[in-house]
Every structure is written in structure tokens, then in C-alpha cells.
């Protein structure tokens, strides 16, 4: 079945050191997204790719960056994680403007 | 800014009541609503969406009506079951142009019982 696949589920990291999660979709979308979603609150969008443009949201923290090389794939790379950033981050994919689609998320843990 | 807004949970209801979880928006335009579910241990799903003011989404017994004068999308079924325990989300986005954010309200937690 096609479908959007993150790894790992759960992941632990310590304080202040780099982390990186990933994603990739059989599905073949141009758009490609991550989400944060911290306990018992609305996901929150990060940033998108359109295909191989990079679209930050304006209250993104620094520290939050991605990579997309190539159509099936995005990293999401924390740079120094603090523990205000354990979430639930959350990859999903759209063909332009049509509805998205989710991965399982992974959840991030820091200590 | 825009915002979703949806009734608290959580929400415990016994086998075949009636569901109504209430969403409502604040936006300008006319944005495009759905609602999504997150079952325990998944990401989400998309469960429906209407695209304008009086379109009606359905999907699994689920229903929700788009009404642009009391700007809401409120989820109902009919009869629930076990199986429908999970976190449910309502959110917007803008139609057309390039906008590509989906905003989500809180969720509210359903739990069935037998």
C-alpha cells in the first residue's frame, strides 16, 4: 500500500544534541510536511516543501531545519533540541492542494 | 489570525448514541474544513471535508455540515461504536492560491463503551 512512513517511532536524544527524524512516501507528492504536536494540543505546522522549495512558517524556531533531496524523502534536523521540543512530530504529504496524508508520527524524547 | 475551535473533551459515550462533537472557525474568506482522526498509536486520517458554505462531508456514518453564517462544521454520527474511540480534529485551510496550512483545533478525545 502506498503510505507515508516515519522513522523511528520513538526516538531519545539529550539535551543540546543534533537529532534527526525521517520520512518518505511511496505516494509520489510534490508537498511534503512536518508537523509538532505536544501533548494534548493541535498539531502545529513547521514548514513545507513544495516540491524543492523550502517554505519556513514564521514562527519556526532556528533550531528546526529540513532537507528533502530527492521526491520520497524529508529529514527533520533539530540542531541543539531543548526540552521545550519533545513532541509528537508528525510527517504528512498532499498532491498541491488536495487533502494530506499522514505518517504515524515519531516521538521525540529528550533527556 | 485564523483559529479552530472545538468543544473540550474528553467524551464518553456507551455503544449506538449519538455524537455530536462541535467545531467552530474564525477565519477570513472561505477556507476549505476537515475533520481528522487519530487513532491510539496513528497518525491521522482524514475522515471528511467540505470545500464550501452548505456542502455536506460524510464518510463511516460520520456527517458534518459546512454553515457559513454560524461559521461551524460540526461532526455528528449517529450511532458510535468501540471502534470509533479515538481523537478527533477539526481544521481549516484556504482554497486555492498557495496556501498550504492546515489549522487544527485541540482535538477531543471519544471513548465508546461496550
Known amino acids: 500500500d502506498a503510505m507515508v512512513i516515519q522513522n523511528p517511532r520513538y526516538q531519545v536524544t539529550q539535551f543540546g544534541k543534533p537529532v534527526t527524524l525521517s520520512c518518505s512516501q511511496t505516494?509520489?507528492?510534490?508537498?511534503m510536511y512536518w508537523y509538532q504536536q505536544k501533548s494534548s494540543q493541535a498539531p502545529k505546522l513547521l514548514f513545507h516543501y513544495y516540491d524543492k522549495d523550502f517554505n519556513n512558517e514564521a514562527d519556526t524556531p532556528d533550531n528546526f531545519q529540513s532537507r528533502r533531496p530527492n521526491t520520497s524523502f524529508c529529514f527533520l534536523d533539530i540542531r541543539s533540541p531543548g526540552l521545550g521540543d519533545a513532541a509528537m512530530y508528525l510527517c504528512?504529504?498532499?498532491?498541491?492542494?488536495?487533502?494530506?496524508?499522514f505518517g504515524d508520527g515519531t516521538r521525540l524524547s529528550i533527556l | 489570525g485564523d483559529s479552530v475551535t472545538q468543544m473540550e473533551g474528553p467524551v464518553t459515550l456507551s455503544e449506538e448514541a449519538f455524537l455530536t462533537i462541535n467545531c467552530t472557525y474564525t477565519a477570513t474568506g472561505y477556507p476549505s474544513l476537515f475533520w481528522y482522526v487519530q487513532y491510539p498509536g496513528e497518525g491521522l486520517q482524514l475522515l471528511l471535508k467540505?470545500?464550501?458554505?452548505?456542502d455536506k462531508g460524510s464518510n463511516k456514518g460520520f456527517e458534518a455540515t459546512y454553515r457559513k453564517e454560524t461559521t461551524s462544521f460540526h461532526l455528528e454520527k449517529g450511532s458510535v461504536q468501540v471502534s470509533d474511540s479515538a481523537v478527533y480534529f477539526c481544521?481549516?485551510?484556504?482554497?486555492?492560491?498557495?496556501?498550504?496550512?492546515?489549522?487544527f483545533g485541540k482535538g477531543t478525545l471519544l471513548t465508546v463503551n461496550p
Open positions: 481544521a481549516l485551510r484556504y482554497s486555492g492560491g498557495s496556501n498550504y496550512k492546515l489549522t
Open positions: 505516494l509520489n507528492h510534490n508537498v
Open positions: 504528512a504529504t498532499s498532491r498541491d492542494l488536495r487533502p494530506q496524508h
Open positions: 467540505a470545500t464550501k458554505a452548505d
